[in-house]
């Protein structure tokens, strides 16, 4: 039996692909991860352990007024090519019924967005892609705003992340080991 070995940048690139390609990031669940946070919102909200999705806080979003947001921004740029969607968990509280928007923001300038509605006192996961907020595949993804419109009923969020794309499909590569190809 003869083992093969591969140049170390040639693991490492496969690695590093391997890895990249299916790690979701995580922007709020029970807190704020990856540099992203909300000092720029103009909702009131906090964390709350009731309701809670997973985990023990959920965001309880308590607009006072119409046309409110929960801002959530990155400290850094996000590259969105290996994203596909921005998946999160939603309750309308016991009113329920409300219409959420969430759009995308790049560069600091915000998007048209997508509406949403809210369950009565259960957990909706809601999944967005990203192309139609469209923040699919820029280097420059800053934000994201999840209003309220016109309703001042509290709703809550949890476990909000970007799901990476699949992995790309298995490579399969042989070797003829007895057989020279170059010296």
Known sequence: MKLLSFPLGV?????ALAAHATDDMLVYSDRFNNGWGDNWSWMPRYPTNNPVYSGSN????????????????????VD???YT?????????????QSISVSGELDGSGLPGISVTAPTNSWKQVTISLTALGINNKTNLSGFQIGNGTSTQPFFIDDLRLVAAPAPATVQVSVLANQTVRK
């Open 11 to 15: 693991m490492l690139l496969l690695s």
């Open 58 to 77: 959920a965001m309880a979003c308590v607009p006072s007024g119409n046309w409110q947001a929960w801002w959530l921004k990155s400290g850094t740029s």
């Open 80 to 82: 969105t090519t290996i």
């Open 85 to 97: 969607n921005v998946i999160f968990r939603l309750n309308g509280g016991a009113t329920g019924g």
